[in-house]
């Protein structure tokens, strides 16, 4: 496929909802397209049906698009901002004898519907205004009877090469002349996108395969109107993990609750783009400038991808340990804010200290919540020991004492680094006769209330001498405060 000279596609959401996974994928593919061929994205909201677009709606696919990343290049065109081009389009087709009023009301046609199915006929409408004649059409417009404009449906076969499925055709008897204009004077879905398509240049059309359908109608309109219509490239749609419809377990929901998951945006655009494209190679996590480099449409499988929640994550993770500290921080920083475990303020005047912590975080978290909640104890103390850790460590033969004599020992360094801090515990196992592991499990538990974690020295390194002795002594009193615990792990 060779592109046109100048590549614009766009993204046309109706908002009569959130930005779901859906919409937020096809985006995505549309964005990266339009960046790689440096083109220009534009954002249309489909609002011609107004008692169910809703403006908090808009809002929220816009901030969506933000969060992403995934940002337009003109004003958003409102299609409820554009109703005086319409009619303009439509009088043309009637004019060429391509359209025709219909006068038909509602009532009628659903009775039509009716009697065409129990009939066990095709249903469609039957053309009946279509031969009207003109006496009778006078007589109706004379009476202020309300009308809509249908297309006339040409014969023949409808036929179009889709980048994505390649030649498709559908016979035009199985299509109805279908409204273009309705009686209250608003476009239709079709028509309204083919308009704004065409006043738009749009060249390339890149959408969900179930929009197929509509594909067929909307040629048959850049037929009638004499045209030429942009290409088309039909993506297959997502399947939840049993390779069902995708279900709010497995992603269907606004795109902005990631976020609130803990998801980076470029995670989830690296996630998006890998549902259904690949960039020929066995590449899985990618940064936004390498799938801009390599997208291209060709690469699109028809086949229906997999919205894995849990390959989400990993590869969140892994976009978490790719970034750097200073970087990393301000996207945790909301987390540890929502934990109560720090302030704004907090973040601003300890930044060289955030930026160790998720240091030594980040390789074990693959949300950012998880930095709350593996992290806790670098900011606070107030912080209950894991039962079965205590049981285990903090009630051996002894080990009161060790404590006692390595907060001892860890008050009277001089420099409290890593190299102090690691010596420091094994001499003192070894002059005790014990495993440094005897000693340095429950110091562990000691001084973050958890049995597993990053290396104890850096964490003791970063939490720093006066707070570490206090958590040993704190430790000490909580073991000696609580005997009977020592009992019951004799007789475990």
């Known amino acids: 496929m060779s592109p046109p000279s100048e590549i614009r596609v766009r993204i046309a959401p109706s908002p009569s909802g959130f930005l779901h996974v859906g919409t937020a994928r096809t985006s995505v593919y549309n964005w990266l397209f339009a960046r790689h061929h440096h083109g220009k994205f534009i954002l249309r909201i489909e609002d011609t049906d107004l008692e169910r677009s809703d403006p908090k709606m808009v809002e929220a696919i816009l901030e969506g698009l933000r969060w992403l990343g995934l940002s337009w290049d003109e004003e958003p065109y409102y299609q409820s901002k554009r109703f005086e081009v319409y009619p303009s389009y439509a009088e043309k087709l009637l004019k060429r004898g391509k359209a025709y009023h219909c006068y038909c009301s509602p009532e009628l046609l659903k009775q039509k519907r009716e009697e065409a199915i129990k009939e066990k006929r095709p249903v469609k409408y039957d053309r009946h205004c279509l031969h009207l004649s003109d006496e009778e059409k006078k007589r109706l417009k004379g009476q202020a009877v309300l009308r809509a404009t249908r297309l006339k449906v040409a014969p023949g076969e409808t036929q179009f090469k889709d980048v994505v499925y390649g030649d498709l055709s559908y016979d035009n008897a199985d299509i109805e002349d279908f409204i273009i204009m309705r009686s209250d004077g608003r476009p239709t879905y079709n028509f309204a996108c083919v308009v704004d398509d065409y006043e738009m240049r749009i060249s390339h059309v890149i959408r969900g395969n179930d929009h197929i359908p509509n594909t067929y109608k909307q040629l048959l309109l850049y037929e009638a109107l004499g045209i030429t219509p942009p290409q088309f ?3 297959p749609l997502s399947l939840g993990i049993d390779r069902s419809k995708i279900s709010k377990r497995d992603g269907a929901v606004a795109i902005t609750d990631y976020r609130q998951m803990g998801f980076l945006p470029e995670a989830v655009v690296n996630f998006l783009a890998l549902l259904g494209w690949s960039p020929g190679d066995d590449r899985e996590v990618m940064s936004t400038s390498e ?4 997208f291209s449409l060709e690469r699109v499988s028809q086949s229906n991808p997999v919205f894995d929640i849990e390959k989400l994550k990993w590869m969140n993770g892994e976009h978490i340990r790719s970034k750097g500290d200073n970087e990393l921080v301000p996207a945790v920083a909301p987390f540890l804010i929502e934990a109560s475990l720090t302030t704004k303020l907090g973040v601003e005047i300890r930044w060289e200290y955030m930026k160790k912590v998720v240091g030594l975080l980040k390789e074990r978290c693959r949300l950012l919540t998880d930095f709350a909640a593996l992290g806790r104890y670098f900011f606070t103390d107030k912080f209950d020991y894991n039962p079965d850790g205590a049981k285990k460590h903090f009630f051996s033969p002894d080990i009161d004492r060790h404590l006692a004599t390595l907060a001892e020992r860890y008050s009277s360094l001089q420099k409290f680094d890593l190299e102090a801090i690691e010596s420091g515990l094994r001499n003192l196992a070894e002059e005790l006769g014990i495993s440094a592991a005897k000693l340095i ?21 970063v939490l720093g001498q006066e707070e570490v002795v206090k958590r040993l002594r ?6 000696r405060g609580n005997p009977g615990l020592a009992d019951r792990t004799d007789s475990g």
């Open 233 to 235: 490239a039909h993506l």
């Open 291 to 294: 799938l801009i480099e390599t």
């Open 474 to 479: 704190r430790a000490l009193e909580f073991i």
């Open 441 to 461: 499990h429950p110091t562990r538990l000691a001084t973050t209330g958890m049995t597993k974690g990053p290396s104890l020295f850096e964490i003791l390194e």
